[in-house]
């Protein structure tokens, strides 16, 4: 694995193709380079796949996966994608332990293109596009929102107000937008209420 965009640490995320593939035979996957020393792996998680053929996503591996240390010697663990090791090997000091991941997976069809993830990839796109539909759904049906908040039960005080909206809070190392969402109706800008602020970021991959 590579390194999280502008950081030399942080190899925890991948997202790879396997094609060829044959019905019935058990294939083996060893991803070497993690960095953390806890993984939800160790607690259950198993990995995720999409098939093109089906066209899904589903959860592989059962009870074949595991996260436990490694033994890649200090001097070659850079060559591994930490580029935290590299770092402590030029200082003098000892490279960090890093831990593998592996797991199994048996195709049920040939021909097939598979897709491995630790989770269901969301890009930055993804999220844009769905600020963008929540707010078109907002000015068009402000009751079917999942963001809708209404004061009391039934009210119809905010029937074609606006109660969801998107604007750029500011930009990434990468230039991408960081929006804000901001949530309420014209009613509740008058009214004495809490505030609440909802943080979530996504990967940079």
Same mark, same amino acid.
């Given at each position: 694995?590579?390194?999280?965009?502008?950081?030399? %640490?942080?190899?925890?995320?991948?997202?790879?193709?396997?094609?060829?593939?044959?019905?019935?035979?058990? /294939?083996?996957?060893?991803?070497?380079?993690? =960095?953390?020393?806890?993984?939800?792996?160790?607690?259950?998680?198993?990995?995720?796949?999409?098939?093109?053929?089906?066209?899904?996503?589903?959860?592989?591996? #059962?009870?074949?996966?595991?996260?436990?240390?490694?033994?890649?010697?200090?001097?070659?663990?850079?060559? /591994?994608?930490?580029? *935290? *090791?590299?770092?402590?090997?030029?200082?003098?000091?000892?490279?960090?332990?890093?831990?593998?991941?592996?797991?199994?997976?048996?195709? %049920?069809?040939?021909?097939?293109?598979?897709?491995?993830?630790?989770?269901?990839?969301?890009?930055?796109?993804?999220?844009?596009?769905?600020?963008?539909?929540?707010?078109?759904?907002?000015?068009?049906?402000?009751?079917?929102?999942?963001?809708?908040?209404?004061? %009391?039960? #039934?009210?119809?005080?905010?029937?074609?107000?606006?109660?969801?909206?998107?604007?750029?809070?500011?930009? %990434?190392?990468?230039?991408? @937008?960081? =929006?804000?969402?901001?949530?309420?109706?014209?009613?509740?800008?008058?009214?004495?209420?809490?505030?609440?602020?909802?943080?979530?970021?996504?990967? @940079?991959?």
């Amino acid at each position: 694995m590579t390194s999280d965009f502008n950081r030399r %640490t942080k190899t925890c995320w991948f997202y790879f193709r396997v094609e060829g593939a044959r019905k019935g035979v058990r /294939y083996r996957f060893r991803i070497v380079n993690f =960095e953390k020393s806890d993984s939800l792996f160790k607690q259950g998680q198993r990995v995720l796949c999409y098939s093109c053929a089906t066209e899904q996503w589903f959860r592989v591996g #059962g009870s074949h996966v595991s996260y436990l240390p490694n033994d890649i010697h200090t001097l070659h663990a850079a060559s /591994y994608g930490a580029a *935290a *090791a590299e770092d402590e090997v030029a200082g003098g000091g000892e490279c960090p332990q890093l831990y593998t991941l592996d797991f199994s997976f048996e195709p %049920t069809r040939d021909g097939d293109t598979f897709y491995f993830a630790p989770c269901f990839p969301y890009s930055a796109r993804d999220n844009s596009q769905h600020l963008s539909s929540v707010q078109v759904r907002s000015h068009s049906s402000p009751q079917i929102v999942p963001f809708c908040i209404f004061p %009391t039960a #039934g009210s119809t005080d905010f029937q074609g107000k606006d109660h969801v909206q998107v604007s750029s809070l500011c930009l %990434t190392p990468c230039l991408i @937008p960081c =929006e804000l969402v901001t949530i309420t109706g014209d009613l509740l800008l008058s009214l004495s209420c809490w505030l609440a602020l909802i943080h979530a970021r996504l990967q @940079p991959h």
